[in-house]
């Protein structure tokens, strides 16, 4: 295996805790995604050879795949939960031009009319049971995972806004939200049931340190429906997966889509998300949140896709070293992209943006 990375770094879960958890300036740089779309994990792993030696009949190739790509990559965890809570949706697809395209072409959630847009479709709806979802991977993350690694509790759970947009369909919710209020609920009550569960049985495996809820709410302009109906429908239920990993010690992260700044006040000070991550400059630049909400929870990512995929490698390093310079001092800050490794970013970046990351020392700064 060869790497293209200048400095070499041990996994440690303790201090990426620690600097989402604002405990002091961190001993070096620790990175965060959300996922990498897998064709951009494919090439990862063919160019360096970071499955040598793995056997791809072995029941747990998937997880030990997982554990060997993301040490290769810097990363302290690996990103696991529970599986077996997919909702059938309505989708429509477009051929995927990205650089790494997708064979199949990419699928998008019907924005007009989803599964469930009345009461009938509401109780005929095949709706998941969370005490069935498999803990298969987790177990074996449990036993197996190295010590320096962590698991981040996350995906199956906490999509409150995503799930009611998708289910109903974007322009029907918007319809119903004026029409139909008591399905809205009904259905934003079915998740919240089915999430406090989720998370009660994910809670209980020990490796997972870190829980991360992903919902987008927003748009560039603001958020998707009214601040006060995502306070009747949305944020309850983050409230509750906040309060519920507190009480388990772990510290709650959220990522989100979007302009929210008409109920960022909301996620602070009601939900308490301990780190907010999904910027984009066209919204708000990392660096300049550092000196308003980011003095009071952590920041996540921020070196935004639309740059990644347009800057040369030159420009990608300034902007990571400007970006630590500005957000490390006082810990609060993983460096990562704005959203996620999209296969239409250029490998290459994103691997700069990673080396760079593993170079940078706040003592280089004097």
Not at 220 to 234: E, K, Q
Request: hydrophobic share 40%; aromatic share 10%.
């Amino acid at each position: 295996m060869h790497s293209p990375f200048s400095v070499a770094i041990t996994p440690d879960w303790r201090g990426l805790v620690d600097a989402i958890r604002r405990t002091g300036s961190p001993k070096r740089v620790h990175f965060i995604e959300l996922f990498l779309d897998p064709e951009v994990s494919d090439v990862i792993v063919e160019r360096y050879g970071v499955l040598d030696g793995l056997d791809p009949a072995d029941p747990f190739y998937a997880e030990k795949r997982e554990v060997a790509l993301q040490s290769f990559l810097g990363y302290d965890y690996v990103r696991c939960s529970l599986r077996g809570m997919d909702m059938p949706l309505n989708y429509t697809s477009a051929k995927d031009t990205a650089g790494l395209a997708r064979r199949d072409g990419r699928q998008y959630v019907d924005e007009h009319k989803g599964p469930v847009t009345t009461w009938d479709e509401f109780e005929r709806y095949p709706w998941p049971d969370p005490e069935a979802a498999t803990t298969r991977s987790l177990e074996w993350y449990e036993a197996h995972l190295p010590d320096g690694m962590c698991v981040i509790g996350s995906g199956g759970f906490a999509h409150f806004a995503e799930y009611i947009t998708w289910l109903m369909g974007y322009e029907t919710l918007c319809i119903a939200l004026c029409e139909q209020r008591d399905l809205v609920e009904a259905i934003a009550r079915r998740l919240v049931d089915a999430y406090r569960i989720f998370l009660k049985r994910l809670l209980e495996f020990d490796r997972v340190k870190i829980v991360w809820g992903s919902d987008d709410m927003g748009y560039r302009g603001g958020p998707l429906i009214s601040p006060d109906d995502l306070r009747a429908f949305v944020l309850p239920g983050h409230k509750l997966m906040a309060e519920m990993s507190h009480a388990a010690g772990r510290p709650y992260l959220l990522h989100a889509c979007g302009n929210l700044s008409l109920i960022m006040d909301d996620l602070l000070d009601d939900v308490c998300i301990d780190a907010k991550h999904s910027f984009e400059d066209t919204i708000e630049r990392v660096t300049d949140v550092k000196d308003t909400y980011g003095r009071r929870i952590a920041l996540l990512g921020g070196i935004d896709v639309d740059f990644l995929c347009r800057a040369s490698e030159a420009e990608v390093r300034v902007r990571v070293r400007e970006t630590l310079e500005k957000c490390m001092p006082g810990g609060g800050y993983v460096l990562g992209t704005g959203n996620s490794v999209a296969n239409y970013i250029p490998l290459d970046n994103y691997l700069a943006m990673l080396d760079e990351g593993r170079k940078f020392t706040l003592q280089a700064r004097a």
